[in-house]
């Protein structure tokens, strides 16, 4: 019983479900795109991580579906072991030559990637700093690892150097920081994290989950968009993204990964990204290499919508940032907001504590290549109407 007493007193979800605003676990019905079934209503998703459009391509799926016939469902072993498919290979191959890198390594999904990095290069001799806000993953490789972590405050470089300055030169340092923060959608400051770097003799692992397939002119995330993609020692990503569908990669120099795919426990010991998804994400990275109007139309989305809400009168985020954050905070009206803009058509991600400081409560969200201008202006007549009836503006 004491076990499960926890299980027994944990309320919050329920208390949702009876008010009825429950956000979570809503399933899809329809097909993945800019606009999804849900309950059997059509809603404008604004929600979703598909920022290019790709999990629903017609060359994306044709390819996926090429892949089922040719290999099967799943790789059913470990990269390691039977699990490794020449398709698997030209998938690094082509990750390495998009991301000016000598090699690079696919895991099953972005969480492995993160947990699986950092967890086998860093030993107890080594130190670890991070961003507070970065991603769940990074805190768990991190936790995995037997080096020692240090927090520094978000994006505070000044905090960075100043744990820095306290270990020796030859000390092993490994600094990981989201390019783009999935909570609250802020950039990275690189240029002044790379000088510290330098500064320090401390190594940097960029995740570009957010930022991969949207930033930069070629869609090489924020290290491209920074000018600074020679200097980072590990670049990594996942493709359930701007790729439209599952798995995730590091890229670095050829001993990093090979060194990686000997020792990561999480890498070695799970089965490999299954053929389907594979193939999509081959197809899926030509697309984002040969098709740069699908970034610029996600862009004109993402500027419409943020703009369009700031001018209404909402705390919006105005960052260059793939992520639109719309600061409510009481968790309450949150929710109640969400629900009224559910009820209305619209899909956001309502975000609360821990993810965000008590009385922080944010509404993320994300527009896609394949939104079209009109639904975005009836969005925005939604959330003016709605936020004028709970008097959020
Ligand atoms: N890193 C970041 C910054 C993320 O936002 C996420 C997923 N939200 C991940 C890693 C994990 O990726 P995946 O969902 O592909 O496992």
């Not at 605003?21 to 329809?30: D, I, L, R, T």
């Not at 699990?83 to 191959?93: C, N, Y």
């Not at 923060?181 to 995740?207: F, Q, R």
């Given at each position: 019983?004491?076990?499960?007493?926890?299980?027994?007193?944990?309320?919050?979800?329920?208390?949702?479900?009876?008010?009825?605003?429950?956000?979570?676990?809503?399933?899809?019905?329809?097909?993945?795109?800019a606009?999804?079934?849900?309950?059997?209503?059509?809603?404008?998703?604004?929600?979703?991580?598909n920022y290019l459009g790709l999990?629903?391509h017609p060359k994306v799926?044709?390819?996926?579906?090429?892949?089922?016939?040719?290999?099967?469902?799943?790789?059913?072993?470990?990269?390691?072991?039977?699990?490794?498919?020449?398709?698997?290979?030209?998938?690094?191959?082509?990750?390495?030559?998009?991301?000016?890198?000598?090699?690079?390594?696919?895991?099953?999904?972005?969480?492995?990637?993160?947990?699986?990095?950092?967890?086998?290069?860093?030993?107890?001799?080594?130190?670890?700093?991070?961003?507070?806000?970065?991603?769940?993953?990074?805190?768990?490789?991190?936790?995995?690892?037997?080096?020692?972590?240090?927090?520094?405050?978000?994006?505070?470089?000044?905090?960075?150097?100043?744990?820095?300055?306290?270990?020796?030169?030859?000390?092993?340092?490994?600094?990981?920081?989201?390019?783009?923060?999935?909570?609250?959608?802020?950039?990275?400051?690189?240029?002044?994290?790379?000088?510290?770097?330098?500064?320090?003799?401390?190594?940097?692992?960029?995740?570009?989950?957010?930022?991969l397939g949207v930033f930069g002119k070629g869609g090489r995330?924020?290290?491209e968009?920074?000018?600074?993609?020679?200097?980072?020692?590990?670049?990594?990503?996942?493709?359930?993204?701007s790729f439209g569908?599952?798995?995730?990669?590091?890229?670095?120099?050829?001993?990093?990964?090979?060194?990686?795919?000997?020792?990561?426990?999480?890498?070695?010991?799970?089965?490999?990204?299954?053929?389907?998804?594979?193939?999509?994400?081959?197809a899926a990275l030509e697309i984002v290499e040969k098709e740069p109007e699908r970034r610029d139309k996600f862009w004109t989305n993402t500027n419409l919508?943020?703009?369009?809400?700031?001018?209404?009168?909402?705390?919006?985020?105005?960052?260059?940032?793939s992520?639109?954050?719309?600061?409510?905070?009481?968790?309450?009206?949150?929710?109640?907001?969400?629900?009224?803009?559910?009820?209305?058509?619209?899909?956001?991600?309502?975000?609360?504590?821990?993810?965000?400081?008590?009385?922080?409560?944010?509404?993320?969200?994300?527009c896609m290549a394949t939104h079209n201008e009109?639904?975005l202006?009836?969005?925005?007549?939604?959330?003016?109407?709605?936020?004028?009836?709970?008097?959020?503006?």
């Amino acid at each position: 019983m004491r076990l499960f007493e926890k299980c027994y007193n944990f309320t919050d979800a329920r208390a949702l479900k009876n008010a009825g605003c429950y956000p979570y676990f809503k399933s899809v019905e329809s097909g993945l795109d800019a606009e999804v079934t849900i309950d059997g209503k059509k809603v404008i998703m604004l929600g979703s991580n598909n920022y290019l459009g790709l999990a629903n391509h017609p060359k994306v799926k044709e390819a996926a579906k090429k892949a089922v016939d040719r290999y099967g469902v799943g790789c059913t072993g470990s990269r390691l072991l039977t699990g490794t498919l020449d398709i698997h290979i030209k998938l690094e191959r082509k990750l390495a030559e998009f991301l000016n890198k000598e090699d690079a390594l696919v895991f099953s999904t972005g969480f492995q990637t993160n947990l699986g990095t950092i967890s086998s290069l860093v030993t107890r001799h080594d130190i670890l700093l991070i961003d507070k806000e970065d991603h769940a993953s990074i805190l768990d490789g991190c936790r995995l690892s037997y080096g020692k972590i240090f927090k520094f405050k978000h994006n505070d470089v000044k905090h960075l150097g100043s744990l820095l300055a306290n270990f020796p030169e030859d000390m092993g340092k490994l600094i990981v920081v989201d390019g783009i923060y999935s909570v609250s959608g802020d950039i990275v400051n690189l240029p002044d994290i790379m000088k510290v770097c330098e500064k320090y003799k401390a190594n940097l692992m960029l995740d570009e989950a957010h930022s991969l397939g949207v930033f930069g002119k070629g869609g090489r995330g924020t290290g491209e968009y920074f000018g600074l993609e020679e200097k980072l020692d590990i670049v990594m990503g996942t493709f359930s993204k701007s790729f439209g569908s599952i798995g995730g990669f590091i890229v670095a120099k050829e001993p990093i990964i090979d060194f990686v795919k000997h020792h990561s426990r999480p890498f070695i010991f799970s089965a490999s990204m299954p053929p389907p998804s594979v193939a999509a994400v081959l197809a899926a990275l030509e697309i984002v290499e040969k098709e740069p109007e699908r970034r610029d139309k996600f862009w004109t989305n993402t500027n419409l919508i943020k703009k369009g809400l700031y001018e209404i009168g909402f705390k919006v985020s105005m960052n260059k940032s793939s992520i639109v954050a719309l600061f409510i905070g009481e968790e309450s009206l949150t929710f109640t907001f969400w629900q009224s803009l559910f009820d209305e058509g619209v899909f956001t991600n309502p975000i609360i504590t821990p993810a965000v400081p008590k009385n922080g409560a944010i509404l993320r969200i994300s527009c896609m290549a394949t939104h079209n201008e009109k639904s975005l202006i009836r969005v925005l007549e939604i959330f003016e109407r709605v936020g004028k009836r709970l008097k959020i503006i």
